[in-house]
């Protein structure tokens, strides 16, 4: 069973700038597009980011243009980096290693019975 593993959360002020990791226990760049998803108090769990085996991206309409995900294969790590940070950032966000062919962009809750999912890491952007 593949496990994974997010850090890098924190707290920050309106306008700062994060970068989160996830490192898999194995390779799973082959097999696997890998997902990062947040979930904030009374909302739905929803799609960041999305980037494919073969370095494909995808992002939420609200991140577009301030987060930018990437991965490092041979490291096994996938990586976040959040740009112009705003309060409605704030969240638990989620690493998630997903069947190439899913394409999940929101689920009731994190984690999701699809693939594999870290245990999250907290994102709070005060004003």
């Known amino acids: 069973e593949v496990q994974l593993m997010e850090s890098g959360g924190g707290a920050v002020q309106d306008g700062g700038s994060l970068r989160l990791s996830c490192t898999a226990s194995?390779?799973?760049?082959?097999?696997?597009?890998m997902n990062w998803y947040r979930q904030a108090p009374g909302t739905r769990c929803e799609l960041v980011a999305r980037?494919?085996?073969?370095?494909?991206?995808d992002y939420g309409e609200s991140v577009k243009g301030r987060f930018t995900i990437s991965q490092d294969s041979a490291k096994n790590t996938a990586f976040l980096q959040m740009n112009n940070l705003k309060p409605e950032d704030t969240a638990v966000y989620y690493c998630?290693?997903?069947?190439?062919?899913?394409?999940?962009?929101?689920?009731?809750?994190?984690?999701?019975?699809?693939?594999?999912w870290g245990r999250g890491t907290q994102v709070t952007v005060s004003s």
């Open positions: 998630a290693a997903l069947d190439a062919r899913v394409r999940l962009l929101s689920t009731p809750s994190c984690p999701d019975d699809n693939g594999y």
């Open positions: 194995e390779t799973t760049f082959d097999r696997f597009s």
């Open positions: 980037i494919s085996g073969g370095g494909d991206v």
